[in-house]
């Protein structure tokens, strides 16, 4: 923490925590996050909390020459579900700070999406888009450019808790030069939301029924259902209802898929498209959630009795 006094007041005052992560990439509907930094300051800017930690991604960790963190170094670190808690504890009540908090929002916006916790952030301040309206006399506006510009001492780049810790200076200075010439934060709203353009997979688990094929006028266990577009209910929420009642939840749509549930019927999304090419009849939300509570009992999947030789069990596409 950068220990010169500040006095701030107003809209700078606020309870921040600060936020870094390295990523197996650039794209948050595919790529992971290997490596996160959350630390909480209070309106006073006196610390609270630090945590950091290496994740398990699951994916090959991507630009190592970058952010150093071999397949090797990953091993062993917790899975995000395991830490999504506490980090959200963190986050809760404050205002997200990153340097391109876009960026590191959408990650971790996945990244809670996947571990079916709900992220609790309602607003963020980026400190790239505040100093683009500070316009400092540096070359360009990156993270390090800043620090030796306002005099914040340097820690290592590309690590998630050395960004956050030159962060934390950069945000400080940055809010003393705002306040000194007026000029507003550019706070971003972050409402709750179902990410469509960076679709969550849904978790696969076994259905015990087979697929009785498409829908007709009820539901029937062990259809496959996809679902597309943006949804009243969380995606995940409605496919753990879903799988709950005994359906196939897909994460793509085949001739196999009994059902895709999009409430834009008429929408661009591939699954629409490709639901249409292949006949699969689609519903909106409020005609499924009325269908899955009068849903009809399907035929276990190891039922033999009633599967010819060869026939496969439903389960895959």
Not at 51 to 60: A, K, M, N, R
Not at 203 to 221: D, E, W
């Amino acid at each position: 923490m950068e220990d010169r006094p500040m006095s701030l007041s107003g809209d700078y005052v606020q309870d921040w925590a600060l936020v870094d992560v390295e990523t197996s990439g650039l794209r948050p509907g595919r790529d992971r996050v290997l490596s996160l930094a959350v630390m909480t300051v209070d309106h006073n800017w006196r610390e609270v909390r630090r945590y950091t930690t290496l994740l398990d991604p699951g994916v090959d960790p991507g630009p190592v020459h970058i952010h150093g963190l071999t397949t090797e170094r990953l091993r062993g670190a917790p899975t995000f579900d395991k830490v999504a808690s506490r980090v959200a504890e963190m986050l809760h009540g404050r205002v997200m700070v990153a340097h391109n908090a876009r960026f590191d929002y959408d990650f971790l916006a996945g990244e809670f999406a996947r571990a079916a916790v709900v992220m609790p952030v309602r607003r963020r301040l980026c400190t790239l888009e505040l100093n683009r309206r500070l316009v400092p006399p540096t070359p360009d506006l990156q993270l390090t450019t800043l620090v030796d510009y306002y005099g914040v001492t340097r820690h290592r780049a590309h690590d998630a808790l050395g960004d956050t810790l030159m962060l934390s200076g950069v945000l400080r200075r940055s809010l003393e030069a705002a306040l000194q010439r007026g000029v507003e934060l550019p706070f971003a709203a972050c409402p709750p939301r179902q990410d469509s353009r960076y679709p969550v997979s849904i978790p696969k688990a076994r259905c015990p029924y087979r697929n009785p094929g498409r829908l007709a006028s009820k539901l029937v266990q062990g259809m496959k259902v996809a679902f597309t577009g943006e949804t009243e209910l969380p995606r995940l929420e409605l496919a753990t209802r879903a799988a709950a009642a005994g359906l196939n939840v897909m994460n793509n749509v085949s001739r196999q898929t009994s059902v895709l549930v999009a409430n834009d019927p008429f929408g661009t999304t591939g699954k629409t498209e490709r639901a249409r090419t292949e006949g699969v009849p689609v519903i909106d939300e409020p005609t499924f959630l009325k269908l899955l509570d009068e849903i009809a009992p399907g035929e276990p999947a190891d039922s033999r009795s009633s599967r010819g030789p060869g026939r496969p069990r439903d389960g895959s596409e």
